[in-house]
Structures are given as structure tokens and as C-alpha cells.
């Protein structure tokens, strides 16, 4: 067989156990390694030299990748990865995942081995001896555990949005009190991780909040009340996407709505003052009809 070929179809890194199984010798696994065509970043495990160095370093430190660290080699919004995540067997101490490629014989590591965040905790979907990455269910589950609830938040409908899971398919998992409260608020319709923040922060006003709706032509991010539209820029906003939105802001308050529009760090930095504006909106009754 082609055992870089059938390596690169495993994402790059396989136990040996089961390219043994596909008919591979030991020598020619030997054979391989000395080649310089494979590497084995643990026992029990061969990998592409090139191969992704979160797999190698998960491999190497016998882990699973899992709850931030996973959710954004997803794709899924996170606020915040400072260190690596990971899972890790009970009897696990202290876990080094360098994601740095090993330095030549001889010459010192440019960058201090970060340590881990490990997690022990007993998986909610059982993991494969073979995984290198958690199942969506883990990493949420996690991600509700180890994050603040805003974040987590975040995450959880990032997951939804993508169509990656379901409520009613993650209700039926025996979620803890914590991850029972981030799937009570989760939904699909955030268009992005800032909005998942907007909707926690103002129940307390007791006004109908409809996000994502459709209004002249456009999205409105969030309809607070019948007339005051509250929009969060993120990164992309700006050039060509900028203009049609100051255009949509001007339909916007033609048709009689008033309109807030913030972005990324006076949602994360400086809510207080955002908060502040739309409560002043309201005493001032803008998100009522006329």
C-alpha cells in the first residue's frame, strides 16, 4: 500500500495499529520512518512530516483536542484561546503542548512549551482510543464548563449557526446545570459571535428583542421594541460593506426607526456605554411607534 497516501487521507496522522491492519509491515513502517517519509510523534503513532502540528502535539502528549482550542480550529467564534485545551485521561499530571515543530538535535526551542488547560472530565459522547480532536457535543460541553457564560454562549450558537448541532439534539444529552442554562438562551440566529452578547445584557429591560430581522432590504442585527434597531460592526465592516450600511441606515430612519450602531470593542471593552445609550433610547420612548 501507499502509506503516504493512506496517511494523508487520515488528516495526516494514524495509529500504526491501523495501517498494520490495512496490510503494512513493520518493516515498511520502519522503512518509512527512516526514509524520513514518516515520523512518530509517540508510540503507537505515525504521522506526515508536515502534518498538522495541533494533531502531532496532541498525539504526542497522549490528549484530545478539545473545548476553545477545537472549537476554533472549527471555525466557531471564540473570544478568547490563551492557552491550549485539552482532554486528557484521569490519571493524566501536568500536559506540555508545544505547537511549535521540535527544534534540530541540538538547538534550543525558540518558544517556552505552553502548558495546557486539561480537562478530566468525564465525556458526555465517549471518544474513540484513536481520536485526536472531541466530538461538537464534547467541545460545547466543555466550552459551557470552562468558559463564562457570555463565551460560552458565543460558542454554543456559533455551532448552531453552522448547523453543526441542534437544541433539540444537545437536550437530549445529560447536560449539567451550567450547560442546561447555555442551551436554554442558545439559538441559530446570532449572525455572529458579538450579537450572542447583546441579548443576556438587556433581558433585564423586558422588551421584545427580535434579532435578525428583516427590514428595507437588509438585516437589522436587533429590533429592540417596535422602532430602535441596535447593529454591531465587526472586523468586516468597512469599504464597499460600510457604505451599504450607512445606505441602510438612512432607509432605516426614513421609515421611522431609530438606529445605534456599535462595534467589536464597545461590545467587549466598553459595554457600559452601550448600554448607557440604549437605556437613555428607551426613556426617551425611540423604540416605540409613533
Not at 491492519?21 to 520502519?30: F, H, P, Q, V
Not at 497522549?62 to 485539552?86: F, M, Y
Not at 534550543?108 to 480532536?133: C, D, F, N, Q, Y
Request: glycine fraction near 8%; hydrophobic fraction near 45%.
Amino acid at each position: 500500500m501507499d502509506l503516504v497516501e493512506f496517511i494523508s487521507g487520515q488528516n495526516g496522522i494514524v495509529r500504526s495499529r491501523e495501517i498494520r491492519d490495512k496490510g503494512a509491515t513493520n518493516r515498511e513502517l520502519t522503512n518509512a520512518v527512516r526514509a524520513g517519509e514518516l515520523v512518530s510523534p509517540r508510540r503507537g503513532w505515525l504521522a506526515l512530516p508536515d502534518a498538522d502540528p495541533y494533531l502531532l502535539s496532541a498525539a504526542r502528549a497522549g490528549v484530545v483536542l478539545t473545548c476553545v482550542t477545537q472549537a476554533a480550529r472549527i471555525g466557531l467564534w471564540v473570544l478568547n484561546e490563551d492557552r491550549p485545551h485539552v482532554a486528557a485521561p484521569s490519571h493524566s499530571g501536568g500536559v506540555r503542548v508545544p505547537l511549535e515543530p521540535d527544534p534540530p538535535s541540538g538547538e534550543p526551542a525558540t518558544k517556552p512549551e505552553p502548558m495546557a488547560t486539561v480537562h478530566w472530565t468525564k465525556p458526555i459522547v465517549p471518544r474513540h482510543p484513536g481520536s485526536l480532536v472531541d466530538s461538537i457535543e464534547n467541545v460545547l460541553f466543555l466550552v459551557a464548563m470552562c468558559q463564562p457564560f457570555e463565551s460560552a454562549l458565543a460558542v454554543w450558537e456559533s455551532a448552531m449557526r453552522k448547523q453543526l448541532v441542534t437544541a433539540p439534539g444537545l437536550s437530549r444529552f445529560p447536560l449539567p446545570a451550567r450547560a442546561q442554562r447555555v442551551l436554554a438562551m442558545a439559538s441559530p440566529f446570532s449572525d455572529s459571535g458579538l450579537e450572542s452578547f447583546v441579548v443576556p445584557r438587556l433581558r433585564w429591560l423586558k422588551i421584545r428583542i427580535v434579532p435578525q430581522t428583516w427590514i428595507a432590504g437588509h438585516r437589522v442585527d436587533f429590533l429592540i421594541g417596535d422602532r430602535l434597531a441596535l447593529q454591531i460592526d465587526g472586523g468586516h465592516h468597512v469599504g464597499v460593506q460600510r457604505e451599504a450600511d450607512i445606505a441602510h441606515d438612512a432607509q432605516l430612519m426614513l421609515l421611522g426607526y431609530h438606529v445605534i450602531r456599535v462595534g467589536y470593542h464597545q461590545v467587549i471593552d466598553r459595554w457600559h456605554e452601550v448600554q448607557d445609550v440604549i437605556m437613555r433610547a428607551v426613556g426617551q420612548r425611540l423604540h416605540l411607534a409613533a
